[in-house]
């Protein structure tokens, strides 16, 4: 909610909106506006990659945790803490996300997950770097 608020404040700003009046527009036509904003906060991207997932690419997320047998419910992580995966089991579960799923979608997860917990999924960043081409 924090980073919805400071979503609307920030696009009010700067395209002189009254934020009530931008909260009133059609959700597709706020994010439309969001997406062509090249300076957003960090938790602003955070969130809006997040939700993105969420609403997009819970099957992509699934398989990937199943493949590395992280308990969740249709994507979403039900463990407390998360323990770094094991590098054979981690190859394992990216090289079957990789071919399983369009490789832009499957990149910018492997990415998102890099940049919101790089201590966690450290383990993805030599993999995509190895990534057959």
Known sequence: MEQQVEAVV???RRLNFRPKSLQALPIERRAKMLAGVNDVSEAIATRALIAYHFSKQRPLMASFLD???VAHEDGLI???DVPTPEPERLATAVSA?????PHHDFILYMQTLLAIDPET???IEPLLAAEPK
């Not at 996300?97 to 799923?101: E, K, N, P, Q």
């Open 10 to 12: 920030m696009l009010a």
């Open 97 to 101: 996300v990789r071919a399983s799923f």
């Open 121 to 123: 999924w450290g383990g």
């Open 67 to 69: 493949a590395l047998g």
């Open 78 to 80: 039900t463990a407390e």
